[in-house]
């Protein structure tokens, strides 16, 4: 079992910058692919950025590229989201999930675990 906890959301004006942390619990977070997704209101969960297990191979939804970037402390059990250059349309909970195993995936139906969810909002 993994436990995930997000945080770092909060309001943020347009072309600002936030920093997401999610902690997981558990001795083997380097044998779990992590990602994390968002979901605004009204609108279907989607894909924001993927991680493999050792960090070694990243993804992200066009949307994202260049202004997000992912990445991992294995010592620290713990996946970032650096997001610059936020837009309005960023505005989201974003949730952290974890899989089981090497590869990163993008769709959320791989992932086994799943975070709380933190909120973002971008004003503009």
């Known amino acids: 079992q993994v436990q995930l906890v997000e945080s770092g959301g909060g309001l943020v004006q347009a072309g600002g910058s936030l920093r997401l942390s999610c902690a997981a619990s558990?001795?083997?977070?380097?044998?779990?692919?992590m990602g994390w997704f968002r979901q605004a209101p009204g609108k279907e969960r989607e894909f924001v950025a993927t991680?493999?297990?050792?960090?070694?191979?990243?993804y992200y939804v066009d949307s994202v590229k260049g202004r997000f970037t992912i990445s991992r402390d294995n010592a620290k059990n713990t996946v970032y989201l650096q997001m610059n250059s936020l837009k309005s349309e960023d505005t989201a909970v974003y949730y952290c999930?974890?899989?089981?195993?090497?590869?990163?995936?993008?769709?959320?139906?791989?992932?086994?675990?799943w975070g709380q969810g933190t909120q973002v909002t971008v004003s503009s």
């Open positions: 999930a974890a899989r089981s195993g090497t590869y990163a995936y993008t769709a959320p139906d791989k992932y086994n675990y």
């Open positions: 558990g001795r083997t977070f380097s044998s779990y692919a």
């Open positions: 991680i493999s297990s050792s960090g070694a191979s990243t």
